[in-house]
């Protein structure tokens, strides 16, 4: 019979020593520790669902004091407040519905106070079908630091890290038998987590490969 469960929170752990870099992600981690000569005050992170672009962002945050806001909440009333932060992050740039003209202003008004902008999205920017061409000029000449796919190093750090922040407690070689079953992306390890602790929370046992077996099918299919 299924337990009583509840939605507790997820405690991210968001801060740079909780970052792991790898040959797949260093360029961008240097990138964005070198934001100061970002050339015009700007960069793009793209990376695929997962891949942490929202982790650097806040690692990103702390580094300059700045502040993160989803890119579709730009609205031209909350440019000023956005400029005067000085330091700014815009989520999800290629998603929502977009203000592109206020997205414009705050491009402009960070420039005129010499502060700096950071936008991330799973696509590269000539992908985001931009209406306005003074936008669309901003955006492509900002430089671009792109998340690539997982290695096995970095994907067993994921999902480590993934069930730490759930406060779940796995062995080593439940990460290596995971790995060796989803496909090979940061979105099918989050969703083998979430899946594995929610059985877990259901049923009321811990995770193990046994546990692991019973919900996977519902997953990625098997590698091979």
Do not use: C, Y
């Not at 405690?11 to 040959?23: H, I, K, L, Q, S």
């Not at 806001?69 to 992050?89: I, N, R, S, Y």
């Not at 977009?98 to 590269?124: I, K, P, W």
């Amino acid at each position: 019979m299924s337990q009583l469960t509840f939605d507790l929170p997820v405690r991210e752990a968001r801060g740079r020593e909780d970052f792991f870099v790898a040959p797949s992600n260093a360029t961008a981690v240097a990138a964005l520790e070198a934001w100061q000569e970002w050339p015009l005050g700007k960069m793009v992170l793209t990376g695929p669902k997962g891949s942490g672009k929202t982790h650097l962002a806040h690692v990103w945050v702390q580094m300059t004091g700045g502040v993160l806001t989803a890119a579709d909440a730009v609205t031209t009333e909350a440019v000023p407040a956005l400029a005067k932060a000085g330091h700014v992050v815009a989520e999800d740039a290629d998603r929502g519905e977009l203000d592109e003209r206020a997205l414009f202003h705050l491009h402009n008004a960070l420039a005129e106070a010499s502060g700096a902008l950071l936008l991330t999205a799973r696509a590269a920017p000539r992908d985001w079908r931009l209406a306005l061409p003074d936008l669309l000029s901003r955006v492509s000449a900002a430089s671009v630091a792109r998340l690539d796919a997982p290695d096995d190093t970095l994907l067993q750090a994921v999902i480590l890290k993934q069930f730490a922040d759930r406060q779940v407690t796995v062995t080593p070689d439940l990460i290596d038998w995971l790995l060796a079953r989803i496909e090979r992306s940061f979105d099918a390890a989050s969703r083998a987590v979430e899946a594995l602790d929610s059985a877990a929370l259901a049923k009321g046992r811990p995770v193990t490969r046994a546990l692991a077996r019973e919900v996977l099918d519902s997953l990625s299919p098997p590698r091979g």
